[in-house]
Every structure is written in C-alpha cells, then in structure tokens.
C-alpha cells in the first residue's frame, strides 16, 4: 500500500522518488491550504454579518443563507472527489475547479460594489441611539440580485470543495508508506495540514474581516479572490514535483456492484478453500486499481466473487472481484465510526454556535481595551497552532518511541482523546455559563476570558480529533477513492453541524411545551433569560453516549493497514511467517 509504484509525474511518466513527492512536495500543497483557509474561514465567520448589512436580510434568512453555504461547501466534496478518483487526475481536479472558487469572489466583489446589483442601504429612523429602519425602507435583496448572490456563493462552494476533496489525498500520494522514513513524513503530513488550516483561519479572522469591516465587503471579497489566486499559483509551482495516483474508475459502481451481485448470490455457500473465489489479475494495478488480500468479517459480501459455472466471463454484474469486495468492505466498516464522529464533533458546534451571543453580555474589558466577541474566535486558532506544533515535534517523536506506531498512537486512539476534550469543554461550558448567569442576576458581569478554558479544549479537540479523523478516512480509503475519504470527513463535519441545529430546534419545541407554550430554553435574543447552561448539559449527556458507542466501534475496528513504522513491522512480520502461513488478514489494532 502506498509504495510509488503507479504513480505518474504530471506528464504521466513513472515517478522517480528522488525528485518527485516527499516533504518538498508537501510544502506546494500546505501552501494552497493556508492561503485557500485565509479567504474561507473569515468569510465564513463574517458573511451573516454582509448578508444582513449589505443585502439587508432579516435574521432568520441571514442565518439560514450562511448555514446553507458552509454545508454546501462540505457537500460538494463529494461530486468533486468522484470525479478526481473516477476520472481525473487530482492535480487537473484542483486546476479545474479552483478558477470557479475564484470567479465566485469576482461576482460577489462586482455586487458588493456596483449599486444597482444590490439593495439600498436601509434608512434609518429615529435618534442615532435608537437605531431602527424606517418603515417601508429596507427591502432585502430579490430577484437577478439574489440569483447572482447565491451564485457567487456556490461557485465558492465548488471550487473550495474540490480543494478541500482533493488536497489531503494528493498530500498522502506524496509519501510511500513502505519507506519508513517517508511512513513518519506521512505521519506529519496531515499535522502541518491542519496547521496551515488553523493558521489561515488566524489571518483570515484578522486580516480579512477587518478589510471587509473597514475598507469596504467590495475590497474584502477581492482580497480574498487575489489570495485563493496567489496559494493557486504557488501550489501550481510544484506541479513538476508531484506523484500522482491514475484515475481507477467509479468507486461508486464497484462499490454497488458488490452489493448486488452479492445479493444475487445470497443462497451460494462460500467455498471451503478462499483461493477458489475470483481474484484480481495483476493488469489491475495498472489501472490503478489497489491489490487487497481478503479478510474475515462481512462474509455475506464474499460471495460477490464466487464464480460460478461461466467463470469470470460473464462481466462486473456477475462476479466482482476479491479487492473490490474488499473495497466495499472498508467503507461499511468506517461507517459506524462515521456516524459515532458525526455526534463526538457537535460540543464543538454547539460551543462556537454561542460563543459571541456570551461574549456580548459579558465584560469584555482587557485593561483599557474592550475586546471584539467576534475577535473570541482568534483564542482556540492561537491555542491550535501552539498545540500541533509541540505535538508533532516533541509528543509524537515521544510516543513513536515508546508505541512503536507512527503517529505515536492509533488513529482511533487520537480521535478517541478528542471526543474526551470535546466532552470536556461542553462540561467546562455549562459550568460557567451557569456561573455568568447567577452574577448576572446579581447586576454584576463576568469576564469574557472565563471563556478560555473551553477554547483550550477546543483546540485539543482540532489537534486530535480533526487530524485524526481526517488521516484515518484517508488512510483507511482504499488508493482508488482516497478523495473520497477526504470528502468524508468534511461531511462528517458538516454532518455534526446539521444535527446541532436539529437539536436546538427539537430542545426549544419540547421545552415550550412543557412550559406550556412559554419560552423554551434558547427562545428569544436574550440569554440571562435562557436556559443554555442546561442545553450544554444536554450535549454533554449525549456526547458522553456517543463516546461510549465510539469506544466499542473502535475496539472491534479491523485496520486495513498496520500503523507500525515500517522496519519494526517488517521485522515482526518476519517472526510471524515463521509461526504461521499468512492468510491475508488485517492487523486488528484496540483502542484500549
């Protein structure tokens, strides 16, 4: 798995490791990262704010227009990690899509500029104190003008969700996991991934909201444009230094035509000896195609590959083969981690969903400087570029030494000290936020920087949980749909985003009723009037469930690959044949 075997340069020539791929590579890809994440995330943090100042939305449709575009960005992950393992090469994905992020910013900066593509500023009646819009005078953006407003938005959408499908599996092309020096650069890979990610969040969250707040939304979507534009152009830079995976074909119709033929085969008995069902001739590995050796578990699907009377003649509909069979099991079998991550990631949303409304009533002094709520942001950016620096440098080296594992642990180890952070910090939120609200009935504020503590966690929760769910959908992935595993992650993180608004609107129904049709819990704009503390306590039950489902999940989770640093594993490997033929099982890997 993973050797440089198969993999092409840009001309489509077979790779030579000693220019193509490795760290210098990486740095081409971390680049388009960083500067792709200093447009996104800031607009992301700050396009209610244009969509309800510039388009004059209410708040309703602001919120749900910003919820829409986020999951969307996520969603189109998915079409564009099809295309790249199916057809196209990563590279030509990435060129090919990212234009249209960039024309999304150009259409977005003429609207923001040009007067008659926008609505009129909202006149204001009344004192400046008591700031209020005429009656009659604030009419939100309609018609052509909201058509071309949700199509700059969507051509964001996918051209960042091709990037975000694409990069981190072109990134693991870079290192050949059968080389254990290039195995604990792989192992990095994904750590300076989410590095970059976090610090183009940091500039975006300064830079890039302030040149939209001060110098105009028309300058601040032109900025951003120029930067996706300037990371393009750097990561193009290395075009001549990547491995590329070939294009395999649908891992959407392998996957389906397991399913069915396996059904169509229900009544067969699987025959005693394994070496009788349809293997894979080796032509496949050309097509770039994963050679997998079968593996207990799921036995239903082997008989996908039985081959009956006809042999193999009678086409993709009739017998599939062993590693296709395979294929599909790996993604029922990350399946159950999906769903358990989908539910360990909402403390996060809920926690940031909050974090301004608090700040907003709360003492946001600092000496003789008041800081912004939305500014709060910057805390747990700052706290996660600090973390994953000390982790890969001097944590991970630490636990390599004494585990024998190249990341220092297991993937489902790391995310499972995630889920722990993340339980934590919605405990640690609950806990001050019904701290702040019994100062506050008492007339007197809290300090903004109680917030601290669940930012620091928050930041645990990014260094663990998003690097390692990100690297084991990855890495699990079988090579002919490793943009797809990408893809995954980000609609497990959108996925967790969705159930968090299904959980505030299902809390507020049940809670009004028992209330008998009062206010429930998070009701009305005014927290010291809510009940948010018991809402944390409430996710903090169900995070706490959904840990323990995720500990089980990940105990009896069968690893498609072994994570020990490739010499020590080959030297175990060795003393195993000696014991015992291979059977072509997987290396079962606990959690605990």
């Known amino acids: ?171 693991g092309d870079q290192f050949d996991e059968g080389d254990a020096a290039e195995q604990r650069q792989a192992a990095s890979f994904f750590n300076w991934y989410a590095f970059a990610v976090s610090l183009g969040a940091l500039v975006g969250l300064v830079a890039v909201v302030w040149v939209q707040d001060n110098k105009g939304w028309d300058a601040g979507f032109a900025v951003c444009g120029a930067v996706v534009l300037l990371g393009l152009l750097a990561w193009a830079a290395g075009m001549t230094t990547y491995r590329n995976k070939l294009p395999a074909g649908s891992p959407i119709t392998r996957i389906l035509q397991v399913l069915v033929v396996a059904f169509k085969k229900r009544n067969l008995q699987l025959p005693e000896n394994p070496d009788e069902l349809y293997q894979p001739n080796n032509d496949d590995s050309a097509k770039g195609l994963e050679i997998l050796q079968r593996t207990r578990g799921l036995k239903c699907l082997d008989k996908a590959a039985i081959v009956c009377g006809g042999g193999s003649n009678g086409g993709a509909w009739s017998v599939c083969s062993v590693s296709q069979v395979e294929e599909t099991k790996i993604v029922l079998r990350m399946v159950p981690i999906f769903l358990t991550a989908a539910l ?137 749909m490793k943009s797809i595993g990408s893809s995954i992650f980000y609609c497990m993180l959108g996925m967790a985003a969705w159930l968090n608004t299904m959980l505030i609107e299902l809390v507020n129904r049940v809670t009004r009723w028992r209330h008998g049709g009062g206010g429930g819990w998070l009701d009305g704009a005014n927290l010291n009037e809510s009940r948010l503390d018991l809402f944390y306590w409430l996710v903090s039950g169900i995070e706490l469930v959904a840990f323990m489902a995720y500990l089980l999940f990940a105990w009896r989770y069968v690893y498609r690959n072994d994570q020990r640093i490739a010499a020590a594993a080959d030297a175990v490997d060795e003393q195993e044949d000696k014991k015992a033929p291979s059977n072509g099982s997987l290396v079962q890997i606990n959690l605990i």
């Open 1 to 171: 798995m993973g050797s440089s075997s198969g993999l092409v340069d840009w001309r489509g020539r077979p790779v030579d490791t000693r220019k193509h791929g490795g760290v210098r590579a990486s740095i081409y890809i971390h680049m388009l990262v960083w500067l792709s994440n200093v447009s996104n995330i800031g607009n992301m943090t700050n396009i209610v704010s244009y969509l309800s100042v510039k388009m004059n939305m209410g708040v309703a449709a602001a919120s749900t227009t910003s919820a829409s575009f986020v999951a969307m960005m996520q969603v189109f992950t998915i079409p564009a990690a099809f295309l790249a393992d199916s057809y196209l090469k990563r590279v030509y994905t990435v060129l090919l899509f990212a234009p249209i992020e960039i024309l999304g910013y150009i259409l977005l900066a003429i609207q923001a500029h040009v007067p008659s593509l926008h609505p009129a500023p909202c006149e204001l009646a009344g004192a400046a104190a008591t700031i209020q819009p005429a009656p009659g005078t604030c009419e939100a953006v309609h018609g052509s003008n909201l058509s071309l407003l949700m199509l700059g938005l969507y051509l964001i959408c996918v051209g960042e969700g091709a990037v975000r499908a694409c990069l981190p599996a072109l990134g």
């Open 344 to 480: 360990g990631y909402m403390p996060v949303s809920v926690v940031l969903t909050f974090t301004v409304q608090q700040g907003n009533i709360m003492d946001t002094r600092m000496g003789a400087i008041r800081v912004s709520p939305a500014t709060l942001f910057v805390i747990p950016t700052v706290f996660q570029l600090a973390i994953l620096v000390v982790y890969d440098r001097a944590v991970v080296p630490a636990l390599r030494r004494a585990t024998g594992r190249v990341g220092g642990v297991t993937h489902l180890q790391r995310i499972g000290v995630g889920f722990v952070s993340s339980l934590a910090s919605c405990a640690v939120a609950a806990a001050v936020e019904a701290r702040r609200r019994s100062l506050a009935s008492s007339s007197s504020a809290m300090s903004v920087f109680w917030l601290t503590p669940q930012f620091f966690l928050l930041g645990v929760v990014d260094v663990t949980s998003f690097v390692g769910l990100l690297e084991f959908f990855s890495s699990e992935a079988s090579d002919g």
